[in-house]
């Protein structure tokens, strides 16, 4: 599965959109970008995944480049209870076998 | 419908214990995949298991760690003689059994907190 690099930690106003950046530049044709979530104490909850077309769902959009070497998650209005580690994980699309490899993941602070 | 449970939440045991940590997946899901976050670490994969047999086991330590999924009743996660290292926070995690769109997702449980005096 293909690395991915995030920034460490962000920080969002709440009710204002949060961008989380992820960088794939190894991406392969056939691999697909997940993000996940932890909030503190708790275990990692899925959010949102896309191979090339941009995603959305109740909880997020997903925008991957043209060149699929990066991708941004959109929280269109960040709250408070936003405030977790995002991880984005690029991983083979598989029947049978969900390993996903988690990395450092960004921390993201929503605040007032 | 109850999600992935895991019990105890919290286990404190003293080295050179045992620990038991047990998962029950999701209703419906046959495959169960063990997670351990060190203090301040990211998630590390363990083992993933389907009913009566363990499928990767990559992630597991070669020695004391054990991990079963029977048919019947939960999975368990075994740590024997456990030491100050082992302790941490185990997440399970499950998918559906299908070969389906739904395979894409895994749903975590709470965790297990481990701590070892």
């Known amino acids: 599965d293909a690395k991915t690099t995030q920034p460490t930690s962000m920080d969002c106003a709440e009710g204002r959109a949060a961008n989380l950046p992820c960088n794939h530049s190894?991406?392969?044709?056939?691999?697909?970008v997940y993000w996940y979530r932890q909030i503190h104490s708790q275990g990692p909850q899925y959010i949102i995944h896309g191979l090339k077309n941009n995603e959305t769902n109740e909880m997020a959009s997903l925008i991957i480049t043209e060149d699929r070497k990066s991708s941004t998650l959109i929280l269109p209005h960040a709250t408070l209870r936003d405030t977790a580690v995002y991880y984005c994980?690029?991983?083979?699309?598989?029947?049978?076998?969900?390993?996903?490899?988690f990395g450092t993941g960004t921390q993201l602070k929503v605040e007032l | 419908n109850a999600g992935v449970m895991q019990n105890p939440r919290h286990l404190v045991r003293r080295r050179g214990q045992e620990a038991r940590l047990r998962c029950s997946p999701m209703?419906?899901?046959?495959?169960v995949y063990w997670y351990r976050q060190l203090p301040e670490e990211g998630l590390k994969f363990m083992v993933y298991?389907?009913?009566?047999?363990?499928?990767?086991e990559s992630g597991m330590p070669k020695e004391r760690f054990s991990a079963e999924f029977p048919k019947e009743g939960p999975s368990i996660l075994r740590i024997q003689q456990v030491v100050r290292g082992d302790s941490a926070a185990y997440f399970c995690a499950s998918s559906p059994n299908a070969a389906t769109l739904a395979n894409e997702k895994l749903f975590f449980g709470s965790g297990t907190q481990l701590s070892v005096l």
């Open positions: 190894t991406i392969s044709g056939n691999e697909y």
């Open positions: 994980i690029v991983r083979v699309r598989a029947g049978g076998g969900n390993k996903l490899t």
């Open positions: 298991l389907q009913k009566e047999n363990i499928i990767d």
């Open positions: 209703k419906g899901h046959s495959h």
